[in-house]
Protein backbone atom coordinates (compact mmCIF):
# COMPACT_ATOMS: atom_id res chain seq x y z
CA UNK A 1 0.00 0.00 0.00
CA UNK A 2 1.11 3.50 -0.58
CA UNK A 3 2.27 6.04 1.61
CA UNK A 4 -0.26 8.00 3.57
CA UNK A 5 1.68 10.43 5.24
CA UNK A 6 3.34 13.88 4.61
CA UNK A 7 7.08 13.69 3.63
CA UNK A 8 8.96 15.11 6.87
CA UNK A 9 11.48 17.03 5.47
CA UNK A 10 9.54 19.85 4.70
CA UNK A 11 11.04 23.30 5.34
CA UNK A 12 8.82 26.10 5.11
CA UNK A 13 9.98 29.66 3.19
CA UNK A 14 8.83 32.49 2.42
CA UNK A 15 9.32 33.45 -1.75
CA UNK A 16 9.35 36.92 -3.63
CA UNK A 17 7.20 37.80 -5.90
CA UNK A 18 9.51 37.20 -8.54
CA UNK A 19 10.71 33.89 -7.35
CA UNK A 20 6.69 33.00 -7.06
CA UNK A 21 6.12 33.33 -10.61
CA UNK A 22 8.94 31.48 -11.66
CA UNK A 23 7.97 28.75 -9.91
CA UNK A 24 4.37 28.95 -10.91
CA UNK A 25 5.55 28.40 -14.89
CA UNK A 26 8.37 25.73 -13.97
CA UNK A 27 5.43 23.83 -12.29
CA UNK A 28 2.87 24.27 -15.38
CA UNK A 29 5.94 23.53 -17.93
CA UNK A 30 6.16 20.42 -16.12
CA UNK A 31 2.74 19.50 -16.65
CA UNK A 32 3.05 19.80 -20.30
CA UNK A 33 6.12 17.39 -20.78
CA UNK A 34 3.79 14.41 -20.59
CA UNK A 35 1.65 15.10 -23.65
CA UNK A 36 4.27 15.68 -26.57
CA UNK A 37 3.57 14.52 -29.74
CA UNK A 38 5.62 12.00 -32.03
CA UNK A 39 4.49 12.34 -35.31
CA UNK A 40 3.34 14.80 -36.78
CA UNK A 41 1.32 16.06 -40.22
CA UNK A 42 3.75 16.69 -43.37
CA UNK A 43 1.54 17.67 -45.96
CA UNK A 44 2.74 20.65 -48.59
CA UNK A 45 0.60 23.67 -48.03
CA UNK A 46 0.33 27.27 -49.81
CA UNK A 47 3.03 29.84 -49.44
CA UNK A 48 2.47 32.09 -46.63
CA UNK A 49 2.23 35.85 -47.28
CA UNK A 50 4.55 38.06 -45.84
CA UNK A 51 3.85 39.62 -42.63
CA UNK A 52 3.49 42.90 -41.95
CA UNK A 53 6.46 45.49 -40.29
CA UNK A 54 4.14 47.19 -38.14
CA UNK A 55 2.82 43.68 -36.73
CA UNK A 56 6.07 42.84 -35.56
CA UNK A 57 6.18 46.14 -33.54
CA UNK A 58 2.86 45.43 -31.83
CA UNK A 59 2.37 43.83 -28.61
CA UNK A 60 -0.95 42.60 -29.39
CA UNK A 61 0.29 40.87 -32.43
CA UNK A 62 1.94 37.35 -32.62
CA UNK A 63 4.54 38.82 -34.72
CA UNK A 64 5.68 40.65 -31.91
CA UNK A 65 9.26 40.91 -32.09
CA UNK A 66 10.00 38.88 -35.16
CA UNK A 67 11.30 41.37 -36.90
CA UNK A 68 13.96 39.03 -38.95
CA UNK A 69 11.42 36.79 -39.81
CA UNK A 70 11.45 37.96 -43.48
CA UNK A 71 15.38 37.33 -44.02
CA UNK A 72 14.76 33.38 -43.22
CA UNK A 73 15.16 31.80 -46.33
CA UNK A 74 16.83 34.30 -48.42
CA UNK A 75 20.63 32.99 -49.55
CA UNK A 76 22.72 34.62 -47.70
CA UNK A 77 25.62 33.94 -50.14
CA UNK A 78 26.37 32.69 -54.08
CA UNK A 79 26.89 29.26 -54.75
CA UNK A 80 29.59 27.71 -53.81
CA UNK A 81 31.85 24.39 -52.01
CA UNK A 82 31.59 25.00 -48.76
CA UNK A 83 33.16 23.32 -45.30
CA UNK A 84 32.00 23.66 -42.07
CA UNK A 85 34.75 21.65 -39.87
CA UNK A 86 35.21 24.27 -37.92
CA UNK A 87 32.45 24.11 -36.55
CA UNK A 88 32.97 20.93 -34.81
CA UNK A 89 34.54 20.36 -30.88
CA UNK A 90 35.32 17.84 -28.76
CA UNK A 91 31.96 17.02 -27.06
CA UNK A 92 33.32 13.70 -25.72
CA UNK A 93 35.18 15.48 -22.53
CA UNK A 94 31.51 15.62 -21.03
CA UNK A 95 31.27 12.10 -20.51
CA UNK A 96 34.95 10.45 -19.98
CA UNK A 97 33.35 7.34 -18.13
CA UNK A 98 32.10 6.14 -21.66
CA UNK A 99 34.92 6.87 -23.51
CA UNK A 100 36.89 4.75 -21.17
CA UNK A 101 34.39 2.00 -21.33
CA UNK A 102 34.27 2.47 -25.36
CA UNK A 103 38.05 1.54 -24.95
CA UNK A 104 38.08 -1.90 -23.08
CA UNK A 105 34.68 -2.99 -25.71
CA UNK A 106 36.86 -2.92 -28.69
CA UNK A 107 39.58 -4.29 -27.07
CA UNK A 108 37.45 -7.20 -25.82
CA UNK A 109 35.06 -7.44 -28.10
CA UNK A 110 36.93 -6.39 -31.75
CA UNK A 111 34.45 -8.67 -34.08
CA UNK A 112 31.70 -6.66 -32.02
CA UNK A 113 29.32 -10.42 -31.29
CA UNK A 114 26.22 -9.64 -30.51
CA UNK A 115 26.29 -12.76 -28.08
CA UNK A 116 29.05 -10.89 -25.56
CA UNK A 117 26.66 -7.99 -25.50
CA UNK A 118 25.21 -6.89 -22.28
CA UNK A 119 21.73 -8.96 -21.49
CA UNK A 120 18.54 -9.04 -19.40
CA UNK A 121 20.14 -11.53 -17.79
CA UNK A 122 22.15 -8.65 -15.53
CA UNK A 123 21.55 -8.66 -12.09
CA UNK A 124 20.06 -6.42 -9.43
CA UNK A 125 20.71 -7.25 -5.47
CA UNK A 126 20.11 -5.33 -2.40
CA UNK A 127 22.67 -3.97 -0.44
CA UNK A 128 20.94 -4.41 3.07
CA UNK A 129 17.93 -7.12 2.59
CA UNK A 130 16.57 -6.34 5.88
CA UNK A 131 12.84 -6.77 6.07
CA UNK A 132 12.07 -3.30 6.61
CA UNK A 133 13.42 0.15 6.28
CA UNK A 134 12.30 3.81 7.62
CA UNK A 135 12.07 6.78 6.46
CA UNK A 136 15.48 8.43 6.01
CA UNK A 137 17.35 5.30 5.32
CA UNK A 138 19.20 5.23 1.77
CA UNK A 139 18.42 2.11 0.04
CA UNK A 140 22.00 0.21 -1.66
CA UNK A 141 21.88 -2.34 -4.28
CA UNK A 142 24.61 -3.46 -6.43
CA UNK A 143 24.21 -4.23 -10.29
CA UNK A 144 25.80 -6.71 -12.09
CA UNK A 145 25.83 -6.21 -15.95
CA UNK A 146 26.13 -9.72 -18.08
CA UNK A 147 26.64 -11.04 -21.39
CA UNK A 148 24.71 -13.18 -23.38
CA UNK A 149 26.82 -16.08 -22.25
CA UNK A 150 26.03 -15.29 -18.64
CA UNK A 151 29.19 -14.33 -17.99
CA UNK A 152 30.07 -11.10 -15.87
CA UNK A 153 30.74 -8.13 -17.76
CA UNK A 154 34.20 -6.61 -16.92
CA UNK A 155 34.03 -2.87 -18.08
CA UNK A 156 31.19 -0.47 -17.29
CA UNK A 157 29.28 1.68 -20.06
CA UNK A 158 26.28 0.18 -20.14
CA UNK A 159 22.36 2.37 -19.34
CA UNK A 160 20.66 1.51 -16.77
CA UNK A 161 17.79 3.52 -15.52
CA UNK A 162 15.93 2.36 -12.10
CA UNK A 163 13.23 4.30 -10.06
CA UNK A 164 11.69 3.36 -6.86
CA UNK A 165 7.75 3.02 -7.16
CA UNK A 166 4.27 2.48 -5.94
CA UNK A 167 0.82 1.89 -7.84
CA UNK A 168 -2.38 2.44 -6.87
CA UNK A 169 -5.08 -0.47 -7.32
CA UNK A 170 -5.27 0.57 -10.72
CA UNK A 171 -1.86 0.58 -11.72
CA UNK A 172 -1.57 4.43 -11.92
CA UNK A 173 2.46 5.59 -10.04
CA UNK A 174 1.28 7.67 -7.22
CA UNK A 175 4.45 7.73 -5.31
CA UNK A 176 8.03 7.31 -6.77
CA UNK A 177 11.58 8.96 -6.82
CA UNK A 178 14.48 8.27 -9.39
CA UNK A 179 17.66 6.27 -8.63
CA UNK A 180 21.08 7.60 -8.95
CA UNK A 181 23.17 4.80 -10.48
CA UNK A 182 27.28 4.87 -10.24
CA UNK A 183 29.44 3.26 -12.98
CA UNK A 184 32.56 1.61 -11.40
CA UNK A 185 33.91 0.87 -15.14
CA UNK A 186 34.16 -2.79 -14.19
CA UNK A 187 30.90 -4.37 -15.22
CA UNK A 188 29.40 -3.68 -11.79
CA UNK A 189 27.16 -0.38 -10.70
CA UNK A 190 25.93 0.97 -7.29
CA UNK A 191 22.31 2.06 -7.37
CA UNK A 192 21.37 4.29 -4.12
CA UNK A 193 17.95 6.16 -3.24
CA UNK A 194 16.51 8.37 -0.63
CA UNK A 195 13.56 6.62 1.16
CA UNK A 196 11.54 9.67 1.87
CA UNK A 197 8.28 8.17 2.21
CA UNK A 198 6.27 5.71 4.19
CA UNK A 199 4.87 2.75 2.23
CA UNK A 200 5.53 -1.04 0.37
CA UNK A 201 7.54 0.02 -2.97
CA UNK A 202 8.59 -1.52 -6.06
CA UNK A 203 12.41 -1.34 -6.72
CA UNK A 204 12.73 -1.48 -10.82
CA UNK A 205 15.52 -1.51 -13.16
CA UNK A 206 15.77 -1.15 -16.62
CA UNK A 207 18.45 -1.87 -18.62
CA UNK A 208 17.78 0.33 -21.60
CA UNK A 209 20.59 0.13 -23.94
CA UNK A 210 24.03 -1.84 -23.49
CA UNK A 211 27.50 0.02 -24.16
CA UNK A 212 27.73 -1.82 -27.76
CA UNK A 213 24.64 0.23 -28.74
CA UNK A 214 26.14 3.77 -27.40
CA UNK A 215 28.91 2.50 -29.35
CA UNK A 216 27.12 2.32 -32.20
CA UNK A 217 24.75 5.60 -31.62
CA UNK A 218 27.87 7.64 -31.45
CA UNK A 219 28.98 6.18 -34.84
CA UNK A 220 25.71 6.91 -36.48
CA UNK A 221 25.95 10.42 -35.50
CA UNK A 222 29.53 11.21 -35.91
CA UNK A 223 30.73 13.65 -38.48
CA UNK A 224 31.07 11.55 -41.67
CA UNK A 225 27.79 9.93 -41.78
CA UNK A 226 24.47 10.53 -43.50
CA UNK A 227 21.71 11.07 -40.50
CA UNK A 228 19.06 9.66 -42.37
CA UNK A 229 16.85 13.04 -41.81
CA UNK A 230 16.42 14.31 -45.74
CA UNK A 231 14.95 18.25 -45.93
CA UNK A 232 13.29 19.65 -49.26
CA UNK A 233 12.84 22.80 -49.85
CA UNK A 234 10.50 24.22 -52.39
CA UNK A 235 12.18 27.44 -54.45
CA UNK A 236 10.85 30.20 -55.28
CA UNK A 237 11.94 28.91 -58.60
CA UNK A 238 9.33 26.14 -57.80
CA UNK A 239 12.76 24.03 -57.75
CA UNK A 240 12.81 21.35 -55.12
CA UNK A 241 16.05 20.85 -53.35
CA UNK A 242 17.93 19.18 -50.98
CA UNK A 243 18.74 20.87 -47.65
CA UNK A 244 20.46 20.47 -44.67
CA UNK A 245 22.94 21.68 -41.73
CA UNK A 246 25.88 20.10 -42.93
CA UNK A 247 25.45 18.31 -46.57
CA UNK A 248 28.89 18.51 -46.74
CA UNK A 249 29.50 15.16 -44.38
CA UNK A 250 27.39 13.39 -46.31
CA UNK A 251 28.62 10.47 -49.02
CA UNK A 252 28.19 12.03 -52.58
CA UNK A 253 28.12 15.53 -51.28
CA UNK A 254 31.49 16.87 -51.03
CA UNK A 255 31.92 18.43 -53.74
CA UNK A 256 28.48 20.14 -54.71
CA UNK A 257 28.06 23.50 -55.38
CA UNK A 258 25.90 24.33 -52.17
CA UNK A 259 23.28 27.89 -51.55
CA UNK A 260 24.05 29.42 -47.91
CA UNK A 261 20.63 29.86 -46.66
CA UNK A 262 22.44 30.01 -42.78
CA UNK A 263 21.31 33.07 -40.04
CA UNK A 264 23.42 36.04 -41.03
CA UNK A 265 23.44 36.89 -37.93
CA UNK A 266 24.85 33.96 -36.15
CA UNK A 267 26.50 32.23 -38.85
CA UNK A 268 24.23 29.59 -37.61
CA UNK A 269 24.62 27.00 -40.92
CA UNK A 270 22.47 25.93 -43.24
CA UNK A 271 22.73 24.61 -47.04
CA UNK A 272 20.75 23.57 -50.04
CA UNK A 273 22.17 21.82 -52.82
CA UNK A 274 22.54 24.21 -56.21
CA UNK A 275 19.13 23.81 -58.16
CA UNK A 276 19.61 22.81 -61.63
CA UNK A 277 19.09 26.56 -62.87
CA UNK A 278 21.85 27.85 -61.24
CA UNK A 279 20.33 30.20 -59.16
CA UNK A 280 20.19 30.28 -55.44
CA UNK A 281 16.37 30.96 -54.97
CA UNK A 282 14.82 31.69 -51.74
CA UNK A 283 13.15 28.82 -50.02
CA UNK A 284 9.42 29.19 -49.76
CA UNK A 285 8.69 26.05 -47.62
CA UNK A 286 10.89 23.09 -45.95
CA UNK A 287 9.52 19.73 -45.09
CA UNK A 288 11.23 17.01 -43.66
CA UNK A 289 11.34 12.82 -43.93
CA UNK A 290 12.92 10.32 -41.17
CA UNK A 291 14.56 7.27 -42.44
CA UNK A 292 16.78 6.43 -39.33
CA UNK A 293 14.54 4.30 -37.73
CA UNK A 294 14.61 1.43 -40.77
CA UNK A 295 18.65 1.51 -40.26
CA UNK A 296 18.95 1.11 -36.85
CA UNK A 297 20.59 -2.26 -36.07
CA UNK A 298 19.44 -5.02 -33.34
CA UNK A 299 21.93 -3.27 -30.77
CA UNK A 300 19.65 -4.47 -27.89
CA UNK A 301 16.32 -6.36 -26.75
CA UNK A 302 14.33 -3.26 -26.48
CA UNK A 303 14.82 -1.59 -22.87
CA UNK A 304 13.81 -4.55 -20.72
CA UNK A 305 13.80 -5.19 -16.99
CA UNK A 306 16.82 -7.31 -15.25
CA UNK A 307 16.82 -10.35 -13.14
CA UNK A 308 15.94 -9.19 -9.50
CA UNK A 309 13.95 -5.88 -10.45
CA UNK A 310 10.55 -5.45 -9.24
CA UNK A 311 11.34 -6.42 -5.65
CA UNK A 312 8.82 -5.09 -3.06
CA UNK A 313 10.82 -2.21 -0.69
CA UNK A 314 8.43 -1.64 2.79
CA UNK A 315 9.55 1.67 4.16
CA UNK A 316 8.06 2.32 7.94
CA UNK A 317 7.60 5.97 8.87
CA UNK A 318 10.09 7.48 11.51
CA UNK A 319 9.64 10.26 13.91
CA UNK A 320 13.19 12.41 12.93
CA UNK A 321 13.54 14.79 10.69
CA UNK A 322 16.81 14.49 7.83
CA UNK A 323 18.16 16.63 5.71
CA UNK A 324 17.58 15.33 2.37
CA UNK A 325 20.46 17.50 0.43
CA UNK A 326 23.07 15.21 2.38
CA UNK A 327 21.08 11.93 0.98
CA UNK A 328 21.85 12.70 -2.85
CA UNK A 329 18.47 13.20 -3.60
CA UNK A 330 17.24 14.01 -7.21
CA UNK A 331 15.12 17.56 -7.58
CA UNK A 332 11.84 16.15 -6.84
CA UNK A 333 9.74 12.93 -6.22
CA UNK A 334 6.94 12.19 -6.43
CA UNK A 335 4.14 11.50 -3.56
CA UNK A 336 0.54 10.91 -3.25
CA UNK A 337 0.34 12.18 -7.03
CA UNK A 338 1.90 15.47 -5.90
CA UNK A 339 5.29 16.29 -7.24
CA UNK A 340 7.44 17.64 -4.06
CA UNK A 341 10.59 19.28 -4.36
CA UNK A 342 12.79 17.31 -2.35
CA UNK A 343 14.22 20.44 -0.07
CA UNK A 344 10.41 21.58 0.14
CA UNK A 345 6.83 19.89 0.99
CA UNK A 346 4.62 22.93 1.06
CA UNK A 347 1.66 22.69 -1.88
CA UNK A 348 0.00 26.00 -2.57
CA UNK A 349 -3.55 26.85 -4.10
CA UNK A 350 -2.74 25.84 -7.94
CA UNK A 351 -4.61 28.81 -10.10
CA UNK A 352 -5.46 31.51 -8.32
CA UNK A 353 -1.99 32.25 -6.86
CA UNK A 354 -0.49 31.82 -9.93
CA UNK A 355 -2.52 34.01 -11.76
CA UNK A 356 -1.41 37.10 -8.86
CA UNK A 357 2.23 35.66 -9.46
CA UNK A 358 2.26 36.61 -13.12
CA UNK A 359 0.02 39.53 -13.30
CA UNK A 360 2.17 42.65 -15.18
CA UNK A 361 4.28 40.08 -17.03
CA UNK A 362 5.14 38.64 -20.44
CA UNK A 363 6.47 35.07 -20.72
CA UNK A 364 8.37 34.33 -23.71
CA UNK A 365 8.57 30.64 -25.11
CA UNK A 366 10.62 29.17 -27.25
CA UNK A 367 11.52 25.48 -28.64
CA UNK A 368 9.43 22.59 -30.09
CA UNK A 369 6.49 20.26 -29.18
CA UNK A 370 6.93 20.85 -25.56
CA UNK A 371 7.14 24.24 -25.45
CA UNK A 372 4.13 24.84 -27.90
CA UNK A 373 2.22 22.59 -25.81
CA UNK A 374 3.31 24.14 -22.61
CA UNK A 375 1.72 27.57 -23.87
CA UNK A 376 -1.64 25.69 -24.73
CA UNK A 377 -1.74 25.07 -21.24
CA UNK A 378 -0.71 27.97 -19.56
CA UNK A 379 -3.61 29.71 -21.99
CA UNK A 380 -5.83 27.28 -21.08
CA UNK A 381 -5.32 27.38 -17.25
CA UNK A 382 -5.13 31.29 -17.14
CA UNK A 383 -8.09 31.30 -19.33
CA UNK A 384 -5.90 33.51 -21.98
CA UNK A 385 -7.25 34.33 -25.39
CA UNK A 386 -4.71 32.52 -27.97
CA UNK A 387 -4.07 34.25 -31.54
CA UNK A 388 -2.24 33.71 -34.60
CA UNK A 389 -1.92 32.27 -37.63
CA UNK A 390 -3.49 28.54 -38.61
CA UNK A 391 -1.65 26.07 -36.63
CA UNK A 392 -3.08 23.16 -38.07
CA UNK A 393 -0.46 21.75 -40.20
CA UNK A 394 2.12 23.85 -39.27
CA UNK A 395 1.93 24.38 -35.83
CA UNK A 396 5.20 25.79 -34.99
CA UNK A 397 3.49 29.46 -36.00
CA UNK A 398 3.67 32.14 -33.66
CA UNK A 399 1.37 32.71 -31.25
CA UNK A 400 0.12 34.67 -28.34
CA UNK A 401 -2.04 34.31 -25.71
CA UNK A 402 -3.16 37.73 -23.39
CA UNK A 403 -5.66 37.82 -20.44
CA UNK A 404 -8.82 38.60 -21.61
CA UNK A 405 -9.19 41.76 -18.91
CA UNK A 406 -6.74 44.48 -18.48
CA UNK A 407 -6.52 44.11 -14.48
CA UNK A 408 -4.24 41.05 -14.89
CA UNK A 409 -2.40 41.89 -17.85
CA UNK A 410 -0.59 38.60 -18.31
CA UNK A 411 0.81 38.24 -21.93
CA UNK A 412 2.77 34.98 -23.47
CA UNK A 413 4.65 34.33 -26.68
CA UNK A 414 5.40 31.13 -28.72
CA UNK A 415 7.71 30.87 -30.96
CA UNK A 416 9.31 27.61 -32.89
CA UNK A 417 13.32 27.44 -33.10
CA UNK A 418 15.43 27.63 -36.15
CA UNK A 419 16.41 24.35 -38.64
CA UNK A 420 16.71 21.61 -38.20
CA UNK A 421 13.21 21.64 -37.54
CA UNK A 422 11.64 18.33 -38.48
CA UNK A 423 8.38 19.70 -39.19
CA UNK A 424 6.59 21.46 -42.32
CA UNK A 425 6.61 25.29 -43.07
CA UNK A 426 7.83 28.50 -44.44
CA UNK A 427 11.52 29.69 -43.11
CA UNK A 428 9.20 32.24 -41.48
CA UNK A 429 7.74 29.61 -38.79
CA UNK A 430 11.35 28.72 -37.38
CA UNK A 431 12.77 31.66 -36.17
CA UNK A 432 16.00 31.49 -34.13
CA UNK A 433 16.30 31.68 -30.53
CA UNK A 434 19.10 34.14 -30.49
CA UNK A 435 17.18 36.10 -32.72
CA UNK A 436 14.01 36.05 -30.58
CA UNK A 437 16.08 36.57 -27.61
CA UNK A 438 17.54 39.48 -29.25
CA UNK A 439 14.00 41.19 -29.86
CA UNK A 440 12.46 40.76 -26.87
CA UNK A 441 10.90 44.06 -25.85
CA UNK A 442 11.22 44.92 -21.96
CA UNK A 443 9.03 47.43 -20.73
CA UNK A 444 9.73 49.50 -17.55
CA UNK A 445 7.76 47.93 -14.52
CA UNK A 446 6.86 44.50 -16.13
CA UNK A 447 8.59 41.35 -15.60
CA UNK A 448 10.18 39.32 -18.54
CA UNK A 449 10.59 35.52 -18.60
CA UNK A 450 12.25 33.41 -20.99
CA UNK A 451 11.28 30.15 -21.40
CA UNK A 452 13.39 27.93 -24.32
CA UNK A 453 14.42 24.23 -24.88
CA UNK A 454 16.26 22.65 -28.59
CA UNK A 455 17.20 19.14 -28.66
CA UNK A 456 15.22 16.26 -30.16
CA UNK A 457 14.99 17.91 -33.59
CA UNK A 458 18.82 18.16 -33.51
CA UNK A 459 18.91 14.91 -31.98
CA UNK A 460 20.71 12.88 -34.82
CA UNK A 461 23.28 15.00 -35.89
CA UNK A 462 26.79 15.33 -34.44
CA UNK A 463 26.42 16.78 -30.97
CA UNK A 464 29.19 19.73 -31.70
CA UNK A 465 26.68 21.34 -33.92
CA UNK A 466 24.41 21.30 -31.01
CA UNK A 467 27.01 22.56 -28.69
CA UNK A 468 27.44 25.37 -31.05
CA UNK A 469 23.84 26.38 -31.34
CA UNK A 470 23.66 26.45 -27.08
CA UNK A 471 27.13 28.59 -27.63
CA UNK A 472 25.19 31.11 -29.92
CA UNK A 473 22.24 30.89 -27.50
CA UNK A 474 24.40 31.65 -24.02
CA UNK A 475 26.42 34.38 -26.01
CA UNK A 476 23.20 36.11 -26.51
CA UNK A 477 21.55 35.63 -23.20
CA UNK A 478 24.53 37.55 -21.84
CA UNK A 479 24.53 40.13 -24.17
CA UNK A 480 20.25 40.40 -23.33
CA UNK A 481 21.24 40.65 -19.64
CA UNK A 482 23.78 43.20 -20.04
CA UNK A 483 20.62 45.64 -21.31
CA UNK A 484 18.03 44.07 -18.76
CA UNK A 485 19.50 42.18 -15.95
CA UNK A 486 16.48 41.32 -14.49
CA UNK A 487 14.83 39.54 -17.37
CA UNK A 488 14.84 35.84 -15.91
CA UNK A 489 15.91 32.80 -18.45
CA UNK A 490 15.00 29.14 -17.89
CA UNK A 491 16.30 26.23 -19.59
CA UNK A 492 13.57 23.35 -20.45
CA UNK A 493 15.82 20.19 -20.01
CA UNK A 494 15.16 17.07 -21.56
CA UNK A 495 13.10 13.85 -20.58
CA UNK A 496 13.13 10.62 -20.63
CA UNK A 497 11.14 8.47 -23.25
CA UNK A 498 10.57 4.89 -24.15
CA UNK A 499 12.80 4.48 -26.69
CA UNK A 500 16.03 2.84 -27.49
CA UNK A 501 17.74 5.89 -28.58
CA UNK A 502 16.90 7.31 -25.09
CA UNK A 503 20.61 7.39 -24.51
CA UNK A 504 20.80 10.23 -27.46
CA UNK A 505 18.41 12.77 -25.73
CA UNK A 506 20.68 12.05 -22.22
CA UNK A 507 23.42 12.78 -23.94
CA UNK A 508 21.91 15.86 -24.32
CA UNK A 509 20.58 16.48 -21.36
CA UNK A 510 24.07 16.84 -20.15
CA UNK A 511 25.44 19.31 -22.99
CA UNK A 512 22.47 21.42 -21.98
CA UNK A 513 22.66 21.24 -18.43
CA UNK A 514 26.38 22.05 -19.26
CA UNK A 515 25.85 24.58 -21.02
CA UNK A 516 23.96 27.29 -19.20
CA UNK A 517 25.33 26.26 -15.38
CA UNK A 518 26.38 28.76 -13.18
CA UNK A 519 24.66 31.70 -14.82
CA UNK A 520 23.51 34.38 -13.08
CA UNK A 521 18.91 34.86 -13.21
CA UNK A 522 19.56 31.65 -15.71
CA UNK A 523 17.26 28.72 -13.94
CA UNK A 524 17.80 25.20 -15.43
CA UNK A 525 14.67 22.73 -15.23
CA UNK A 526 15.97 19.23 -14.59
CA UNK A 527 12.98 17.16 -15.78
CA UNK A 528 15.17 13.87 -15.93
CA UNK A 529 14.53 12.94 -12.63
CA UNK A 530 10.72 13.37 -12.98
CA UNK A 531 10.30 11.24 -15.92
CA UNK A 532 12.44 8.39 -14.76
CA UNK A 533 9.66 8.28 -11.93
CA UNK A 534 6.93 8.68 -15.18
CA UNK A 535 8.77 8.26 -18.48
CA UNK A 536 6.82 9.81 -21.16
CA UNK A 537 4.37 8.11 -23.66
CA UNK A 538 3.29 5.70 -20.58
CA UNK A 539 0.22 7.53 -21.03
CA UNK A 540 -2.12 4.69 -19.81
CA UNK A 541 0.00 4.38 -16.26
CA UNK A 542 0.86 8.10 -14.25
CA UNK A 543 1.30 10.53 -17.10
CA UNK A 544 -2.11 11.09 -18.02
CA UNK A 545 -3.19 11.09 -14.63
CA UNK A 546 -1.08 12.40 -11.78
CA UNK A 547 -2.02 16.19 -10.26
CA UNK A 548 0.73 18.18 -9.98
CA UNK A 549 2.11 20.70 -7.05
CA UNK A 550 4.69 23.13 -6.96
CA UNK A 551 8.19 21.94 -6.62
CA UNK A 552 9.83 25.11 -5.29
CA UNK A 553 13.08 26.13 -6.92
Known sequence: MCSASKPQNGVDEMLSKKKKAFAALVTIGIFLIFFQMLFFDRPLLKIYGQVKPSETLDPNSPYYGNIYQDRYGQPVRNASIYTNETYYTDWKQ???????SMEKYKLQNPTHNPKAFTKSTSTVSLENSKANFKVGDTLVAHIQAKDGFNQDKTFGGDYFRARLICRSPNGTVTDGIACKIEDHLNGSYTLRVP???AGTFTLEVKLVIPVEGIDWFMNFTSIHNNKGLIYTATLQTKEEVQCNIDLNTYDGYEDKLMC???????????????PPSGKCSPITYLVCRESHRQSFPKVSDGIVQIEGSGRQITVSTETFNFDATKMHAPFVYLHQGYWMKTLNS???TFRED?????????VYMFGDSTMRQFFQELARIFNLAISGPDSTHVWQQPKIAQSKDTSSNIS???RGHGPPFRNPGPPSSRPYITDSIDNIKVESGRQVYVIFTIGLHPLFYEPSLYIRR??????TIIRHHKLFPNTIFVVKGMNVVEWNEEWLILRYEVLLRDAFKNMPNVFYLKLWDMTVVAPLYQRSSSAASVTFARPYV
Open 470 to 475: LSVIKK
Open 346 to 348: KLV
Open 94 to 100: HFPEIIL
Open 260 to 274: DYGNPRDGEPWFCLL
Open 354 to 362: FRKCLENTS
Open 195 to 197: LLM
Open 412 to 414: FYY
